[in-house]
């Protein structure tokens, strides 16, 4: 039951995605937490809660620990992009923007929240495998790289980009047909998937491409899936991918770009041992090194995508502990002011966090409790089982590592207005998303009058 793991921040400080917390995480004078410098209690009190705090220092850490790792294992160049899924915001899109990343993008929203937060659309690759032509044409505009993914984009494309026009700067995506350890919602590497063209069909596609006045293929890419902790699969990747870069470079185009994905794991709880991020492009850098030397392929511009890995642990969400249901010998329910709205994790994958209070975060646990979220779902379940001090109705509780898939998952399931988030650094906060309110969620319900008349 010892709680003194919890707020460990200190086990690798140089890749973050192997700390259960945020690097900066302390404890003031009175042993209460603090992440930025800043008392998580005073932020629930200002910020009210739910609350996603993101610690500045964290991100940035491990945004240098890819581009380091990058520069120290690749001889030729390279470009990490921030896979914005995890967690898009125009925060974020400034900050990896300053730490010399580009951003991988899926949506219209997300392709907007890049360029407003001051991406170079020539770092920006739009994904997608049921891209509209609204997205399409954004992208194509916008001069962003367009990862085509099917037939359907194809088609698209080639009717969007007129032959007196700037042909459309593209990267292929492919299924490598590689099997890892992750929840099969996450993976994406393997045959039966719906992200990217056969491996199979790789050749047909490119020769169809070969001669398109409309396309300049300067890429490939794949992506094996999410919360990986085996290296051997993205090794593997590698050799699947050089021998697609080789058959491509023969056909005739002029492929620069190899884009591995993402997929690095994190340590959401103390089973969890994710390698770092050194080890982690290591492996890829020298894989990539290795094959092109014994393929004798020129070293492509090497790009990887990480999401998870890069803001996950920088993030906490705060809650307020409320009712308290205590079934004998069964089970004691402690129900927090969120839950699967803000944090669908849990119930979609069954993801397992920790946590504790945020003021008494040493105090010897004597109960063990289940987290419970307020939205009408018995599955609306957090933690089960977290053990705890004995606690009051109005105490805030911290969860760990929900800085990645936790707002940009976020719903207004049961008309829940979504949290507000705060970056903190070096004891200031920034508000960096407000809070809805139950009236944003009003503004695009209609009413039609013939309702209204019926009475
Ligand atoms: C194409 C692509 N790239 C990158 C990522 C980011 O993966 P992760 O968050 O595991 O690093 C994903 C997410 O699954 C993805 O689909």
Redesign the pocket.
């Known amino acids: 039951m010892a709680n003194s793991r919890i707020y460990e921040s200190g086990r690798d400080s140089l890749s973050p995605n192997r700390n259960l917390s945020p690097i900066t995480t302390e404890l003031d004078s009175q042993d209460r937490l603090k992440i930025g410098g800043c008392l998580l209690s005073e932020l629930a009190l200002r910020y009210q809660t739910p609350l996603y705090v993101l610690d500045e220092v964290t991100i940035r850490t491990s945004c240098k620990a890819y581009k380091d790792a990058l520069e120290k294992y690749y001889p030729g160049e390279s470009l990490p992009?921030y896979?914005s899924?995890?967690n898009s915001s125009l925060a974020m899109s400034s900050i990896v923007n300053s730490e010399g990343f580009g951003l991988?993008a899926?949506s219209e929203g997300e392709l907007m929240t890049a360029i407003k937060g001051g991406i170079d659309s020539s770092k920006i690759v739009l994904?997608g495998n049921n891209k509209s032509e609204k997205e399409l044409n954004l992208a194509y505009t916008n001069g962003v790289t367009i990862?085509i993914d099917n037939q359907h984009d194809i088609d698209k494309l080639k009717s969007l980009v007129s032959s007196n026009k700037e042909p459309a700067r593209l990267m292929l995506?492919f299924t490598p047909g590689i099997e890892c350890h992750t929840h099969d919602y996450?993976k994406?590497g393997h045959l039966d998937s719906k992200?990217g063209f056969d491996l199979d069909n790789l050749e047909k596609i490119l020769i169809q491409l070969k001669d398109a006045k409309w396309s300049n293929l300067i890429g490939l890419?794949a992506?094996i899936?999410?919360?990986?902790f085996e290296l051997q699969p993205h090794k593997d990747l590698v050799g699947v991918m050089i021998d697609a870069l080789k058959l491509a470079r023969g056909i005739g185009h002029p492929i620069e770009d190899l884009?591995v994905?993402?997929?690095?794991?994190v340590r959401y709880v103390e089973a969890d041992d994710p390698p770092s991020i050194d080890q982690w492009i290591n492996t890829v850098a020298t894989a990539v090194k290795e094959s092109c030397e014994e393929k004798q392929v020129k070293l492509p511009r090497l790009l990887?995508?990480?999401?998870?890995?890069?803001v996950?642990t920088s993030g906490v969400t705060l809650y307020k502990l409320g009712s308290r249901k205590e079934i004998p010998g069964i089970r004691t329910y402690f129900s927090v002011d969120g839950g699967m709205s803000d944090n669908p994790r849990p119930i979609t994958y069954q993801s397992l966090y920790k946590a504790c209070l945020v003021d008494r975060p040493l105090d010897p646990p004597v109960q063990t409790v289940t987290i419970a979220g307020k939205h009408c779902e018995s599955g609306d379940i957090l933690i089960k089982n977290l053990p705890l001090p004995i606690c009051t109705s109005g105490e805030f509780l911290v969860v760990f590592g929900t800085g990645?898939?936790n707002f940009s998952m976020s719903s207004n399931y049961n008309r829940i207005p979504r949290p507000a988030a705060v970056l903190v650094h070096s004891g200031h906060v920034d508000l960096v998303q407000q809070r809805e309110q139950p009236e944003d969620l009003l503004r695009y319900d209609v009413l039609p009058n013939r309702l209204l008349e019926l009475g």
């Open positions: 992009l896979a899924k995890a991988d899926v994904h990862v995506r996450i994406t992200f890419h992506h899936g999410s919360q990986i884009n994905g993402g997929g690095l794991g990887c995508e990480p999401g998870r890995s890069l996950a990645a898939y």
